[in-house]
């Protein structure tokens, strides 16, 4: 036979518990959210220049690592690891395409920068792949890795006209989450920029 709890003893256990409960609640860390803030680009001026057509900007495909919102990491071992509580706000594929949707918009090359796939017809379609977006740590310093690779297709002529692979690698000079954000917008602005400016002198030395 099972002896019987005292009631008072049962209100303690319970008041017990709930106690835990509540300690473990409050003790929860919460998770951080970080983008990557680019230079706001400047909006070109001659507005004559622009190109009667539409480019269409398609998500950038990414590999597996760079699929999901985690901050990684390689350290001195190459083992790769994560931040714990440090996240992206969307999988850096979706950073590094809005911020070069923004920076094509502001370049003033195309008469306007939509979503692929468009609503209307668009004769430029610009595609590619992340394939580098990750920290890389040594017990001498830390780094930040980003490269990319981007084609443009023109449907009129049936034929990609321009193609880069971009990389840069960018120091992280103080070893906290801030200084790696940091060197991560550096180096995104860094492949951005570059594309944007190439992407201008194709269709600069076509006129």
Not at 123 to 135: D, I, P, T
Not at 150 to 169: N, P, V
């Amino acid at each position: 036979m099972f002896k019987s709890i005292p009631q008072s003893r049962m209100t303690s256990l319970i008041y017990f518990f709930l106690l835990l409960m509540f300690s473990a609640c409050g003790g929860a860390t919460s998770v951080q959210y970080f983008t990557i803030a680019l230079p706001s680009p400047v909006r070109e001026a001659d507005e004559a220049a622009k190109l009667p057509d539409y480019l269409a900007v398609k998500q950038l495909d990414s590999g597996v690592m760079y699929h999901e919102d985690r901050l990684i990491y390689h350290d001195a071992q190459n083992e790769i690891k994560h931040w714990n509580y440090k996240k992206w706000i969307a999988p850096p594929a979706v950073l590094m395409t809005e911020a070069l949707k923004r920076h094509l918009t502001r370049a003033n090359i195309f008469y306007n920068v939509l979503d692929y796939p468009a609503s209307i017809r668009t004769r430029y379609q610009l595609e590619g792949k992340l394939n580098s977006f990750e920290e890389r740590d040594t017990a001498q310093s830390w780094s930040v890795h980003v490269g990319l690779e981007l084609r443009l297709f023109d449907s009129e002529k049936q034929k990609f006209i321009w193609e880069k692979a971009l990389e840069s690698t960018q120091p992280v000079r103080t070893k906290t989450i801030a200084g790696v954000v940091a060197g991560f917008a550096a180096a995104s602005a860094h492949c951005i920029e570059s594309a944007v400016r190439e992407i201008k002198t194709v269709f600069e030395n076509q006129r």
